[in-house]
């Protein structure tokens, strides 16, 4: 069996799995501070009265990057030698990357450094943005309304790069937006080396070269300074291809895509239809808390998968159905660093409940592996675009957090 997952990517790789608190404890380590599912499961509400570390920790998580970039900046400027300083550079670093602030991510790093010499959480860090540095700070224009035409079934949607016409499509996992060598080339654009490695399903990653593209523009809105990684003309992922990333989602705000080959970008929510956030930021990722087989659970969220694949965690957590159900087999997964085969499970269905809406899959598989970039540091899988677009269509609201189905 084979699926692709054209070019999700991510740029941190973290291998431990950890069971989300059920109340809000005091932060304790890095990575618990970095751990976003807590704000979507615990009871207990934050108030201006708790850590200033924790807020800032819920609003990184939830979206809210003025108001923790203000937090976090305050708390490195009154407390500058604690640990509290060391997990607000660390969310700051979290903010800046998947908003395109390449410079400012860089100068949080150096920073981060001097102040805290010799740590391991640091030279972690230092191994996944360094390849950023050089690249300027991305620039958003102002957020406007576009509807636009997409093929049927498809997220490619029509963009300019530098007022020359493309067809990209927008993937949730892509912390970076990508482009072929073949695609800079058509549009003209220079090549620089990254000097460093960035991952993918596959876990093979891909050596990282980078363009930036003077202009992006998505309808009528306009992104300026947008670095986009580009992929070597090889393997599956040849010729004129692109991927508009998460720096550019953010900065579009919301996504309403519909079976009728229609999508807008940039609209804004019905005040009526307010709904409580089922996305979060978890590590270098976006999650989904849906209902899976009946039980609340975490999948990471990604538009760029053609399909959804549960992993490892969710033959652990759902043992007997798949020991009553299951049929072995495998499966080919594709990234940007080539293929990889994994032992698998085959289920008739699976049952998912995202903010109300029921859909299936049919059939399920259980890839037995725990990558990070699949979920398995975190959640029970990787929600694809077959889920998504099984009905009407779909929503994402980066402001509130939410994804819908129609």
């Known amino acids: 069996m084979v699926r692709s997952f054209w070019f999700s990517i991510a740029v941190s790789v973290i291998a431990a799995v950890a069971t989300p608190p059920a109340q809000v404890p005091a932060v304790s380590s890095s990575q618990e501070v970095d751990d976003g599912r807590r704000w979507l499961e615990s009871p207990a509400p934050l108030t201006p009265a708790s850590p200033a570390i924790l807020r800032a920790a819920e609003a990184v998580a939830l979206n809210k990057a003025a108001n923790a970039a203000a937090l976090l900046r305050g708390i490195i400027r009154s407390?500058?030698?604690?640990?509290?300083?060391?997990?607000?550079?660390?969310?700051?670093?979290?903010?800046?990357?998947?908003?395109?602030?390449?410079?400012?991510?860089?100068?949080?790093?150096?920073?981060?450094?001097?102040?805290?010499?010799?740590?391991?959480?640091?030279?972690?860090?230092?191994?996944?943005?360094?390849?950023?540095?050089?690249?300027?700070?991305?620039?958003?224009?102002?957020?406007?309304?576009?509807?636009?035409?997409?093929?049927?079934?498809?997220?490619?949607?029509?963009?300019?790069?530098?007022?020359?016409?493309?067809?990209?499509?927008?993937?949730?996992?892509?912390?970076?937006?990508?482009?072929?060598?073949?695609?800079?080339?058509?549009?003209?654009?220079?090549?620089?080396?990254?000097?460093?490695?960035?991952?993918?399903?596959?876990?093979?990653?891909?050596?990282?070269?980078?363009?930036?593209?003077?202009?992006?523009?998505?309808?009528?809105?306009?992104f300026r300074n947008v670095s986009f990684l580009v992929l070597p003309n090889q393997g599956p992922f040849t010729g004129m291809v692109g991927l508009i990333g998460m720096p550019v989602l953010l900065g579009v705000g919301s996504i309403r895509w519909s079976n009728d080959a229609t999508v807008e970008f940039g609209g804004r929510a019905d005040p009526n239809d307010r709904k409580p956030p089922n996305l979060v930021f978890y590590r270098n990722r976006l999650l989904l808390r849906a209902l899976v087989s009946g039980r609340p659970s975490f999948a990471t969220f990604d538009t760029g998968a053609v399909s959804t694949d549960l992993n490892a965690n969710f033959a652990t957590e759902f043992a007997e159905l798949v020991e009553r159900g299951g049929t072995r087999t495998s499966q080919d997964t594709t990234g940007v660093g080539g293929t990889t085969s994994f032992d698998a499970i085959r289920l008739p269905q699976v049952a998912f409940e995202i903010a109300g809406v029921q859909r299936f899959l049919r059939p399920a598989v259980v890839t037995l592996q725990r990558t990070p970039n699949m979920g398995g540091d975190c959640c029970l899988g990787n929600v694809g675009k077959d889920l998504l677009t099984q009905g009407r269509g779909f929503s994402i609201d980066f402001t509130a957090m939410t994804l819908s189905l129609h």
């Not at 892509?174 to 654009?189: D, I, N, P, Q």
């Not at 960035?198 to 998505?218: C, Q, W, Y």
């Open 79 to 222: 407390q500058p030698r604690s640990e509290a300083a060391s997990q607000a550079h660390q969310l700051l670093s979290r903010i800046y990357l998947r908003s395109g602030q390449y410079k400012r991510l860089l100068a949080n790093l150096d920073e981060w450094a001097r102040g805290f010499p010799r740590r391991d959480d640091i030279e972690r860090e230092r191994m996944d943005v360094e390849q950023f540095r050089g690249l300027p700070d991305q620039e958003n224009g102002p957020r406007r309304a576009s509807t636009l035409r997409h093929d049927a079934d498809s997220l490619f949607v029509p963009v300019s790069i530098n007022n020359r016409s493309a067809s990209f499509f927008f993937d949730t996992g892509a912390w970076v937006s990508l482009m072929t060598e073949s695609e800079a080339t058509r549009h003209g654009l220079q090549i620089r080396e990254g000097g460093g490695v960035i991952s993918d399903p596959s876990e093979k990653g891909v050596k990282s070269r980078f363009t930036v593209v003077r202009e992006l523009a998505i309808g009528s809105m306009r």
